[in-house]
């Protein structure tokens, strides 16, 4: 599998999206919130924002994942790739905070995709059969290259 740096000069080249790393309003670059298991990252790549996972995500670390996305949302960020490659555990509040997130985005009119979904989160996808819930992609670039097109579909419609 190409590295996702590879990815990311793939899909310039291809003028489909632009990958430029901008720091979001009133967000710092790099760990934007973190708890003892939980450390998210957020990143804007217009026309979405990604939210990079590292660690557990939890009974303990769900609400802080939530209150991320409704930060993002109440900024009009609607458009959320959340990129999970780097969890190491998921349980059913995870889950739980997944599906809350992926409500609230949609409620905003807007659109969330998982990306790296793996190990324990895609066991528990599977098991609990959610994983047809969600809109998953192998790669935060092609979560946003999706949402790129979808987002140019939606302009020509008008």
């Given at each position: 599998m190409p590295s996702t740096v590879a990815h990311y000069r793939d899909l310039t080249l291809r003028r489909v999206a632009s990958f430029k790393t901008v720091r979001p309003k009133n967000m710092d670059e790099g760990a934007y919130m973190t708890t003892q298991q939980l450390e998210i990252t957020v990143s804007d790549h217009q026309p979405a924002v990604v939210v990079a996972l590292r660690g557990e995500l939890d009974i303990a670390s769900g609400d802080t994942f939530r209150r991320a996305i409704g930060n993002l949302v109440r900024q009009g960020r609607a458009k959320i790739v959340v990129d999970a490659s780097g969890l190491r555990?998921?349980?059913?509040?995870g889950l739980e905070a997944l599906l809350d997130a992926r409500d609230d985005i949609q409620k905003a009119a807007g659109s969330m995709r998982l990306t790296g979904v793996h190990g324990i989160l895609k066991i528990v996808l599977e098991a609990t059969r959610l994983?047809?819930?969600?809109?998953?992609?192998?790669?935060?670039?092609e979560a946003v290259a999706a949402m790129v097109v979808t987002a140019s579909r939606d302009v020509s419609m008008v």
């Open positions: 555990f998921c349980d059913s509040s994983r047809d819930t969600f809109i998953i992609d192998g790669t935060p670039v």
